[in-house]
């Protein structure tokens, strides 16, 4: 098994300009999370799907940051203009659903650097 | 609410000594408790998991923790530490809801 695979690994943008961040689950995971990590806040969930529906979006910071999951394998996360305080890593991360089963499997990050 | 404390932010151990990463837990029930590891660059790696089976948990790499309810802890533990072991570690609480609340991590530093 390949593992939750993320892409880019590394982007650096300018101030204003979109950044698509995408993510490949681990084949037969119904749920799939996407964290922010930075310095000062450490790791924070920003968004989860189950079953490609978003479930609880309560950690995305605001209106320039959307998920999407058209399908069990594959998500993107958005951000539309992006700003430099949105430089950090994005991890995904998959979970399968089995009853008593919450371990996540996490993706080797994106880290998003915005000029 | 669930919540983990990281007692620790940094701790250094000589190659060879053992090692003590000290965590603590807020749950209104019996919680299911993780301990990651991230390498520098590099993602989350789970090192062992607690669901309510044997208070003490092995994990990979030679670590293990135990669950201990009358102290709300699970300190994770190694008998002797080596160089690979330098990283990050984060204790994680699930919330039940399949979201996991992590620590603010300590910074595990070994010296030769």
């Known amino acids: 098994d390949a593992g939750v695979i993320q892409s880019p690994r590394h982007e650096v943008t300018e101030m204003g300009q979109e950044v698509t961040l995408r993510c490949k689950p681990i084949s037969g995971h119904n749920s799939l999370f996407w964290y922010r990590q930075t310095m000062m806040r450490g790791l924070e969930l920003l968004i989860y799907f189950n079953n490609n529906v978003p479930i609880d979006d309560s950690g995305m910071p605001e209106d320039r940051f959307s998920a999407k999951m058209p399908n069990a394998s594959f998500s993107t996360l958005k951000i539309q203009p992006s700003e430099p305080r949105d430089s950090a890593v994005y991890f995904c991360?998959?979970?399968?659903?089995?009853?008593?089963?919450?371990?996540?499997?996490f993706g080797p990050g994106t880290r998003l650097t915005v000029l | 609410a669930q919540s983990v404390t990281q007692l620790d932010s940094h701790v250094s151990v000589s190659e060879g000594t053992p090692v003590l990463l000290r965590c603590n837990y807020s749950?209104?029930?019996?919680?299911?408790l993780f301990w990651y590891v991230q390498h520098p660059n590099k993602g989350l790696q789970l090192l062992l998991k607690y669901t309510s089976a044997a208070t003490l948990v092995k994990g990979i790499n030679g670590f293990e923790a135990e669950f201990k309810k009358s102290e709300t802890s699970f300190h994770l533990t190694k008998p002797s530490a080596h160089m690979s072991d330098a990283a990050e570690y984060f204790c994680?609480?699930?919330?039940?809801?399949?979201?996991?609340?992590f620590g603010t991590g300590t910074r595990l530093l070994v010296s030769p």
């Open positions: 749950s209104s029930y019996s919680p299911s």
């Open positions: 991360a998959s979970m399968p659903g089995l009853v008593g089963n919450n371990e996540q499997f």
């Open positions: 994680v609480v699930s919330t039940g809801f399949q979201k996991l609340v």
